[in-house]
């Protein structure tokens, strides 16, 4: 059946520079694994430091791509680790229960091609929606996104990941850390997270709305 998915393709930037490569990749499944297991998805990692991870849901496909990139920062030592995600959303005839690694449909194509794009570039993260017009609003978005990931501390990424995942209290977030509840306000305030959290309402809006007319 054709219906709305997400493919998130990526890689971690900069792998080759890691010296806990096994930390590394166990954070980097477990946090995969963890997402598809909660959308009802699937997940193949490749070539070491290489992901895929196709979605039944078209709107929550953003959410996830800093989900997984949040995962990655809150557990960086001296070098940072992050990922590059292309993100690629429309309609597709794969369904959960098939193999990624044999799965040729439009959305899992546009995200390679996508991800092959911003691999040459200084950008971390692209949107590719497939029958819907351009939008440079949505393009400058993604780039602002991007730009915020690409400022987190270990610390503010924690946080942002626990709200991504959890939309908890400050009071049992910090009771969760162990720190003071000012203290999450503050690194939230450094995440910009208000503002991040306004700006994935709107894609979530936006991309459930395109999935159901498109």
Not at 43 to 61: C, K, T, V, W
Not at 72 to 78: R, T, V
Not at 122 to 145: E, F, W
């Amino acid at each position: 059946m054709n219906q709305p998915i997400a493919v998130l393709t990526g890689d971690v930037i900069a792998s080759q520079r890691i010296d806990d490569l096994s930390t590394l990749y166990r954070v980097l499944d477990a946090t995969l694994a963890h997402l598809s297991k909660h959308h009802g998805g699937r997940f193949e990692r490749y070539r070491g430091d290489g992901f895929q991870l196709a979605l039944p849901s078209a709107e929550i496909a953003l959410d996830t791509a800093l989900t997984l990139r949040a995962a990655l920062i809150m557990h960086s030592g001296k070098k940072r680790w992050d990922a590059r995600i292309a993100v690629a959303v429309g309609q597709d005839y794969w369904q959960a229960n098939e193999d990624l690694a044999t799965a040729q449909g439009p959305v899992f194509v546009a995200s390679g091609k996508a991800l092959d794009a911003i691999s040459e570039g200084a950008s971390h993260l692209a949107l590719v929606r497939l029958g819907a017009q351009q939008d440079a609003a949505l393009d400058l978005l993604i780039r602002y996104a991007d730009e915020l990931v690409d400022g987190w501390s270990p610390a503010s990424a924690e946080v942002a990941y626990l709200r991504l995942w959890q939309d908890e209290s400050q009071q049992a977030m910090a009771e969760k850390l162990g720190i003071r509840q000012p203290s999450v306000h503050k690194r939230l305030r450094t995440a910009r997270w208000s503002l991040l959290a306004d700006t994935l309402d709107f894609f979530r809006h936006r991309l459930a709305e395109e999935g159901r007319t498109s």
